[in-house]
């Protein structure tokens, strides 16, 4: 019986990390190949380069149209710290009011707020682009930005709602009787108490923010101003062509850099995010 | 009196309150939502042209009938203003392969999904790190890097005809250059995404209580046994909310097919995704007013699904054990 158990126990671990080894290699595979010669990433499938160099990191951070990227690693943290503000401010702020205060149509908005949820954002493309043209935003961040500012991404308002629900009322109303506002009770209760919360917000919006290609294809015109995934776009030609192999694969692997230490570093956050609003992927 | 005067101001004073802080987020849905939903309703009955909008007309059902004119047999036709609209010959391809695309991919990623979850929910050593390694795929999935490393993966001498070929396969196909496999590329690096599903699934495993099977066993099921009759109608609330998840955002891919096929739809359309061609219809072609209705019977296309898949959830969601 016992050792029943333990030979089952040890085929689960042999197939869980045969399949995860599986799963990892691709991965593993673009930074082994991010550091071999040119002309060795066609013919050398394996995880140990026969040869190393860091030529893809020189040629690959040249960039495009003059612009290195440098400039597009700094344009992507500008623009995802902004979101994160943005996000953070606004959502917060809307999820308070449908947690804990009570007006007239919470849960005529609620519902609304849950039909956005599930909303493709495709039926809203076609009159922001032609609104944010009017306005002369194409071409800047302000057409990614500003609706953050207005929460715009429901998951997050969503996320925090369940969240502050969950926290005990009694300080609240004790800091009320103390007379303490609503404001009072928001900034200096509300906030530091959910700030699990907040962080699972800024991880989020800071991976997609980083990773959203949509948005900056349809509204970044100028290369100085491309964000790195805007700019890993430029490798892969028209036709689908790529011309310089090492420099995609190194600029790729920097790219992922950020989420791979975000996601080490604040795992908990991940499944709490995961788990409570089913966060896509 | 004074008291009722008293009641109204608090009334009034906790729904300004309430609303300032709602404020961002109503300016947002009103500006953001609600009018452009209106707006582009609106534009999906006419031929806006992103260059030309001063010369925009009304043209009823013309870009509707442009889309499905070849399910009558039309390939042409006069629209109300006069001009000749023809049939968009592509719509169809777009809406087959999406299709083709969520009805495989979904399945097979919830599955593989549940699978790994059962096979990580037991008393296992180092089952968080685990966990962690699975979801690799699906934190960096979505980013225009593992876009540009898949079309390397299975270029003709890519990495996974090195793979193949050393396992003794001849005859390997370009996977990509080939439009009998090229979307079951995207459709492979969808399933390999499962992470977000798999952690929810887990999540979901731990809430069944373990007094079941151990009852279970006593009377002397086996596990399959036990996994149709305890794990699977326990499971069915999470399994129904991943497949509404997934279901949604799979009508909806764009990136992956946009850099696999180089912007274009690839070999002869066989990547078109929806929410490409109407991205090439808006803005390559400006076709905006056209882009608007493919918009608009995309958003029709998911509401009908998702209804769909919750109405039939009363068959076999259950929100209970012992029936």
Redesign the interface.
């Known amino acids: 019986m016992k050792s029943g158990t333990v030979l089952r ?1 040890s085929m ?2 042999l ?3 045969g ?2 080894v599986l ?2 290699y ?2 593993a ?2 930074i082994v190949s991010s550091f071999k010669p040119n002309n060795m ?2 013919s050398d ?1 394996g995880l140990i380069p026969k040869a190393l160099t860091v030529e893809n990191y020189i040629t690959g951070w040249r960039g495009y149209a003059g612009t290195s990227f440098g400039t597009f690693f700094a344009n992507s943290l500008l623009m995802c710290a902004v979101a994160i503000i943005g996000n953070l ?3 917060s ?2 999820a ?3 947690a804990r ?4 149509g ?1 849960s005529f ?1 609620f519902a ?2 849950l039909i ?1 949820l ?14 944010f043209n009017s306005f002369g935003w194409v071409g800047s961040y302000a057409p990614i930005l500003v ?1 953050k ?4 991404d429901a998951f997050f ?1 969503f996320l925090l709602v369940q969240f502050i629900r969950s926290l005990p009322k009694e300080i609240e109303e004790a800091a009320i009787i103390d007379g303490c506002s ?2 009072g009770v ?1 900034l200096r209760i509300i906030l530091p108490l959910a700030s699990p919360a907040l962080v699972t917000t800024a991880l989020f919006t800071f ?1 997609w923010t ?2 959203d ?2 948005n900056h ?2 509204y970044l015109t100028r290369p100085d101003t491309f964000t790195v ?1 805007r700019a ?2 430029t ?8 011309s310089n ?1 090492g420099g ?2 190194a ?3 920097l ?2 850099v950020p ?2 230490i975000l ?2 570093s604040l ?1 908990k956050y ?2 709490q995010g ?2 409570t609003t ?4 | 009196m004074v008291y009722q005067m008293s009641r109204i101001t608090a009334f009034f004073r ?2 300004a ?3 300032l ?9 009103f ?3 609600l ?3 209106g ?2 309703l609106l ?1 999906s009955f006419t031929d806006y042209d ?1 260059t030309a ?1 001063n010369s925009t007309q009304w043209i009823g059902f013309g870009n509707y009938l442009k889309m499905f004119g070849s399910v009558f047999g039309i390939s042409e036709f006069t629209a109300s203003t006069g001009e000749l609209i023809r049939v968009d010959p592509y719509y169809m391809k777009s809406l087959s392969v999406t299709f083709t695309y969520v009805f495989v991919a979904v399945p097979l990623k919830l599955i593989f999904a549940l699978a ?1 979850a059962l ?2 929910n ?1 008393k ?1 050593r ?1 089952v ?1 790190f ?1 966990r ?15 876009a ?6 299975f270029e003709k ?1 890519g ?1 996974i005809n ?2 193949l070929a ?1 396992l003794g396969f001849t005859d390997l196909p370009g996977w ?1 250059t080939n439009p009998n496999y090229a979307l079951l590329t995207l459709i492979l690096l969808s399933v ?2 499962f ?3 798999m ?2 699934f887990l ?1 979901g495993l731990k809430q069944i209580p373990q007094e079941y099977y151990e009852a279970a066993s006593v009377d002397g099921a086996t596990r399959i046994r036990q996994f149709f009759a305890i794990t699977l109608p326990l499971l069915s609330p999470v399994i129904l ?2 497949l ?2 997934q279901l ?2 799979a ?2 891919a ?2 992956q097919a ?7 739809g690839g070999v002869l359309n066989s990547t078109l995704f929806y ?1 490409l061609h ?2 090439i219809q ?2 390559t072609y400006h076709e ?1 007013g056209y ?2 209705a493919m ?2 019977v ?2 029709l296309i ?1 509401g009908v699904f ?1 209804a769909i898949v919750f109405r039939s959830s009363n068959w076999w969601v259950s929100y209970g054990v012992g029936e």
Do not use: E
């Not at chain 1, 205060?101 to 007239?104: E, K, V």
């Not at chain 1, 599930?118 to 609104?131: D, E, G, K, S």
């Open positions: 126990l689960t671990h197939s869980i990390i399949l995860g799963m990892i691709p991965v595979w673009m990433i066609f499938p401010i606004s959502c702020m809307a308070y009011a449908f205060l009570r007006f007239a919470r908005w609304i707020m956005t599930m909303l493709p954002a495709h039926v809203t493309l076609v009159p922001r682009y032609i609104m609706p500012f207005l929460a715009t308002v609503k404001v928001f991976l980083w990773d290609f949509f294809l349809l995934s890993l776009r490798f892969v030609g028209d036709a689908g062509a790529v192999w995609a694969l600029m790729s692997t790219s992922v989420a791979f996601f080490f795992q991940f499944v995961i788990t089913g966060i896509k992927g | 906790r729904n309150v309430a609303y802080f709602l404020a961002p987020w109503l300016v947002g849905f500006a953001l939502t009018y452009p939903m707006y582009s534009l992103f909008p790994v096979l990580m037991q296992l180092g968080q685990y962690a390694a699975y979801y690799i795929p699906t934190l960096l999935g979505g980013s225009i890097a593992i540009v490393l898949w079309r390397k993966l001498d990495l090195g793979a050393a990509l390999w995404q992470g977000s599903s952690i929810i999540a909310f991943n509404v998840i949604i955002s009508f909806q764009f990136t946009y850099i696999i096929g180089g912007g274009r929410t109407m991205y808006g803005w905006m882009a608007s918009a608009w995309l958003l998911i998702t």
